[in-house]
């Protein structure tokens, strides 16, 4: 063992970059998963504010387009405009909370991914793409948040 630098290796050289970068990631907390959960906080933030927006829009439309007229809630925008807005709500705070590394935030994402993954499915007749998209990014974010968490910690990681 020797010591240079102020680093103390086994190896009796200096430690290689990857020793030092792992040495600061343990000291700020982070790991190999903290990616993860960056990419699900990020994705529910941007996901909320889309789900808002869409509500807004509902609230001031009013009328749905003639191709929604036998959509499963109905035709009325007000509808889908009040559960887009709580599962935007629910989406953008569980986001930011995940970025802040909060574990019963990962678990209320979990629930706000599942629902508004399968509220996009709702619209797969309408906007098969954008409604692809939607369920594919909600499958990654469950997996990052359930995979990628310690289960011992209740309030943070």
Same mark, same amino acid.
């Given at each position: ?10 190896? *009796?050289?200096? !430690? ?12 700020? *907390?982070?790991?190999? $998963?903290? =990616?993860?959960?960056? /990419? ?5 933030? &941007? !996901?909320?504010?889309?789900?808002? /927006? ?22 009325? +925008?007000?509808?889908?405009? $009040?559960?887009? +807005?709580?599962? *935007? ?19 209320? #994402?979990? #629930?706000?991914?599942?629902? =508004?993954?399968?509220?996009?499915? $709702? ?5 098969? %793409? $954008?409604? /692809? ?5 909600? &499958? +990654?974010?469950?997996? !990052?948040?359930? %995979? ?6 209740? /309030? =943070?990681?």
């Amino acid at each position: 063992m020797s010591v240079e630098a102020g680093v103390t290796t086994k190896r *009796g050289t200096d !430690a290689s970059t990857a020793d030092e970068v792992a040495a600061v990631d343990t000291a700020l *907390g982070m790991d190999e $998963w903290s =990616g993860w959960l960056t /990419f699900a906080g990020l994705v529910m933030i &941007i !996901a909320g504010s889309m789900r808002v /927006f869409d509500a807004i829009w509902a609230f001031s439309s009013g009328t749905a387009p003639e191709r929604l007229d036998h959509a499963l809630l109905g035709d009325s +925008l007000s509808t889908y405009a $009040w559960l887009w +807005l709580i599962i *935007g709500i629910v989406l953008f705070v569980s986001g930011c909370a995940v970025m802040i590394r909060s574990q019963i935030a990962r678990w209320i #994402g979990v #629930g706000a991914s599942v629902v =508004g993954a399968v509220s996009a499915i $709702w619209w797969m007749p309408y906007y098969p %793409a $954008w409604s /692809f998209v939607y369920v594919a990014l909600g &499958i +990654l974010v469950v997996y !990052a948040l359930v %995979a990628h968490g310690q289960p011992g910690s209740t /309030f =943070g990681y």
